[in-house]
């Protein structure tokens, strides 16, 4: 049975997350990879990753760690993104959930939190389905912010 897993970006799966695409009406909401990938170079709260099905790159998570943050807002998914032809087998909802519980071994983690466009319906059910409330608050006054309580 094929396995999904999340890997830390290096040259060889870099230059495959490179080449993912989207569907035609995901284009214009979500950074192209290659962009977050320079942000992460610049920006080190940023750590790319890779998601593999066995060796195969079907996917691209960013995750954000911001000691700054006052509350427990400290970790963050900016960037998730599955290959269109691995759309809607299962594979997002479990790389989804093996960034968060990544993120959950932190000793600081009490939320994850994500964001996305309020009219992105498919995006909010998806996170919906894994655990995510929508808070009503919005990130920069554009994106509908959304937290996964970490049990503790």
């Known amino acids: 049975m094929a396995q999904i897993s999340i890997q830390e970006l290096n040259v060889k799966n870099m230059y495959e997350c490179l080449k993912l695409k989207l569907a035609e009406d995901q284009v214009d909401r979500i950074a192209p990879n290659v962009y977050s990938i320079a942000e992460s170079k610049v920006n080190f709260n940023f750590t790319p990753y890779a998601i593999h099905l066995?060796?195969?790159?079907?996917?691209?998570?960013m995750t954000e760690y911001d000691p700054s943050e006052i509350d427990e807002r400290?970790?963050?998914?900016?960037?998730?993104m599955i290959d269109v032809s691995y759309q809607r087998k299962g594979y997002g909802k479990e790389a989804m959930q093996q960034v968060i519980d990544m993120l959950k071994e932190n000793a600081d983690c009490q939320y994850v939190g994500l964001s996305t466009e309020p009219d992105n319906y498919s995006a909010l059910q998806f996170y919906e389905s894994l655990g995510f409330f929508n808070t009503g608050e919005l990130l920069e006054e554009?994106?509908?912010i959304l937290?996964?309580?970490?049990?503790?």
């Open 54 to 61: 066995d060796e195969e790159v079907i996917g691209f998570v």
């Open 74 to 80: 400290k970790h963050w998914i900016p960037r998730f």
């Open 142 to 144: 554009s994106e509908t």
């Open 147 to 152: 937290l996964f309580k970490v049990r503790r």
